[in-house]
C-alpha cells in the first residue's frame, strides 16, 4: 500500500506564503529521496526542490532562496515551506519518491501523491 499523501495547498495572494505537507507510506526503504514537483496548464512538469535522506537537497533556479523542503524521516513525513510567492508558482504539486544519483541528481521513481492545487494570484 504505497501511498503519498499531499495537503497544504490553496488560494493565496502574491507575496504570501503556504506550506504543503506529504505523508508517505510504504515507500521500499531503498527509495529515500524525497520530491516536490508542479506542473501548471500548458507546460511540462518540473522538479520544484528534493532532499535526501542525508540531507542533501536540489532546487529549481526559480524557487531557490524562497522555497525551502524538509523532512522528517521519522513521521515519514516531507514539506515545502513556499515564500514570497508568485503568480508564476501557480500549479499542481506533486509529493515524489526516488533516488539521488550523485550529489545533486534526482531521479523520481514512479510514485506521486494525488497533488494539491496552488493558485497564487496577482
Known amino acids: 500500500q504505497v501511498q503519498l499523501v499531499e495537503s497544504g495547498g490553496g488560494l493565496v495572494q502574491a507575496g504570501e506564503s503556504l506550506r504543503l505537507s506529504c505523508a508517505a507510506s510504504g515507500i521500499p526503504f531503498r527509495i529515500g529521496g524525497r520530491g516536490w514537483y508542479r506542473q501548471a496548464p500548458g507546460k511540462q512538469r518540473e522538479l520544484v526542490a528534493a532532499m535526501g535522506r542525508d540531507g542533501r537537497t536540489k532546487y529549481a533556479d526559480s524557487v531557490r532562496g524562497r522555497f525551502t523542503i524538509s523532512r522528517d524521516n521519522a513521521k515519514n513525513t516531507v514539506s515545502l515551506q513556499m515564500n514570497s510567492l508568485k503568480s508564476e508558482d501557480t500549479a499542481v504539486y506533486y509529493c515524489?519518491?526516488?533516488?539521488?544519483?550523485?550529489?545533486?541528481?534526482?531521479?523520481?521513481?514512479?510514485?506521486w501523491g494525488q497533488g494539491t492545487q496552488v493558485t497564487v494570484s496577482s
Open positions: 515524489n519518491a526516488g533516488r539521488f544519483l550523485g550529489s545533486d541528481s534526482y531521479y523520481p521513481e514512479d510514485y
